[in-house]
């Protein structure tokens, strides 16, 4: 059943398309991979729906709900339902994993401070850093600071976690950590719609993979279908050039 509907979304910067007639469908559960070029508006979408770039075409629908950008109390009702980690980690630098990890659910949803903390030394747990809750952000690596990115957005209780370029910030030793971290959060069933340039990773976890090129999906399908026997003269192009690396 579908779980998150999006059609004929498109936005732009200023006079610039930079999103053309978008058309997803996903399901609760399902793990959606977009990839393509840099610039082809990848990062883009994962904004746009959570509404930090207003489109100015089609619509979202999230499990039944439609999405008016331009209602405050439907765009709330919308962002506590995604959570969003960007490829820079954007922690606190003066508190700790566990007050990072906390501040978002006390402060914007009012929450009893003590069972976020509960919560919140679970989900640092989760992703391996039990032994990190009192640390801060210079105390920690980049994959670890990216981890504790991932749990401050799980401590918000999102139904679609979006994940932009995750691991591109970070020196290679430290890539794996952080994708193991989203393998574990795939096999619970998370809805994730993840921009990586990982193909690898990206071939393994996905459920399906959309290729983008200039604001538009160009394709859409399994991963072995898109890696393998890609329909499209400009996806066999992109994937004969990073396949080859």
Avoid: C, W
């Amino acid at each position: 059943m579908t779980f998150l509907t999006v059609q004929g979304l498109a936005a732009r910067y200023g006079t610039i398309d930079v999103l053309s007639g978008i058309d997803l469908s996903i399901a609760r559960g399902e793990i959606l991979a977009l990839i393509g070029p840099s610039g082809s508006g990848k990062s883009t979408l994962l904004r746009t729906l959570v509404g930090l770039i207003r489109p100015h075409a089609g619509h979202v629908v999230l499990d039944e709900e439609r999405i008016d950008y331009g209602s405050k109390a439907s765009l709330k009702r919308a962002r506590d339902r995604f959570a969003i980690v960007f490829q820079q980690y954007n922690l606190f630098q003066n508190m700790t994993a566990l007050r990072n990890v906390t501040i978002a659910p006390t402060i914007v949803k009012g929450r009893a401070r003590g069972d976020v903390e509960t919560e919140a030394r679970d989900l640092l747990a989760k992703v391996g850093l039990s032994a990190k809750v009192g640390a801060y952000p210079d105390e920690l690596s980049g994959g670890q600071q990216q981890r504790v990115a991932i749990a401050r957005a799980l401590a918000l209780k999102p139904d679609v976690l979006l994940l932009d370029e995750v691991t591109s910030a970070l020196d290679p030793e430290l890539v794996t950590e952080v994708l193991d971290t989203i393998r574990a959060l795939g096999r619970e069933g998370m809805t994730m719609i993840i921009v990586s340039h990982e193909m690898g990773f990206v071939r393994e976890v996905a459920s399906r993979v959309a290729f983008m090129d200039q604001g538009k999906i160009v394709e859409i399908g399994k991963p072995d279908r898109i890696f393998d026997a890609p329909e499209t003269e400009r996806l066999k192009d992109f994937t004969a050039k990073i396949l080859r690396h």
